[in-house]
């Protein structure tokens, strides 16, 4: 559109220059009716899809965020949380892979007892 945008304005001042330069008063008149037209039409053609270009990028924006409010949402509700008996045990991993989650190692879905027989406790850096 810029380039319809610059030719219709080029074709405006074209006509706008015919309307000053000539002697003749029917020509001026004319020239200077049609230049005016053309170059409100120019204007108004290029304001016009300049909205239309910032509809499209906030529309853009918008499906955007919707996505990845979506990927949050799928990420959140298949976050699990952490088993009792993992808790400050070096060994627990907790992330979902192919929407299983993996708990450690050793016991990659827990473990069914109340305690863990691998359990470390994680080790905490002395400053």
């Known amino acids: 559109m810029t380039g319809k945008t610059a030719l219709g304005s ?3 001042s074209l006509i706008l220059f015919v309307a000053v330069r000539s002697s003749n008063q029917v020509v001026q008149i004319t020239a200077s009716v049609v230049g005016a037209g053309l170059l409100g039409y120019t204007s108004t ?3 016009l899809d300049c909205k239309r270009q910032q509809k499209r990028r906030i529309a ?3 499906a955007y965020l919707e996505f990845l ?3 949050n949402q799928e990420r959140v509700t298949h976050t ?3 088993p009792k008996v993992c808790r400050g045990c070096c060994h627990y991993h907790g992330r979902t892979y192919g929407g299983h989650l993996l708990v450690c190692a050793m016991h990659p879905y827990g473990v069914e007892d109340a305690s863990c027989p691998d359990w470390q406790a994680q080790i905490q850096d002395s400053v």
Do not use: K, Y
């Open 10 to 12: 080029i074709c405006a």
């Open 45 to 47: 053609a290029f304001v």
């Open 60 to 62: 853009d924006a918008e």
């Open 69 to 71: 409010r979506q990927l």
């Open 80 to 82: 699990r949380p952490m």
